[in-house]
């Protein structure tokens, strides 16, 4: 497994850009100089994130999401001892 991080990442399995091996890795988002834990996709060559609002779902059971646009870096989360 390589070190670099894919320019965009999704936690939804029907996404064409998830990729289940990086996410059990562990994957953090610094957006804006601030750690986010509640990223659904992100993509750092356009500069946004999208993450979920609230507890609120549409009719097919997935998580209503927002685009926020800023300054994104992906990073991989320390390994727990």
Known sequence: MTDTLPDRL?????????????LQRGIGIRFDGQEKTN???YCVSEGWIRVA????????????TIKLKGAVEPFFEPKKS
């Open 53 to 64: 609002v609230g507890k609120t779902v549409d009719r097919k059971g997935n998580p209503l």
């Open 39 to 41: 990223v659904e996709e």
């Open 10 to 22: 999704s936690t939804n399995p029907k996404s064409p850009h998830y990729d289940e091996a990086l």
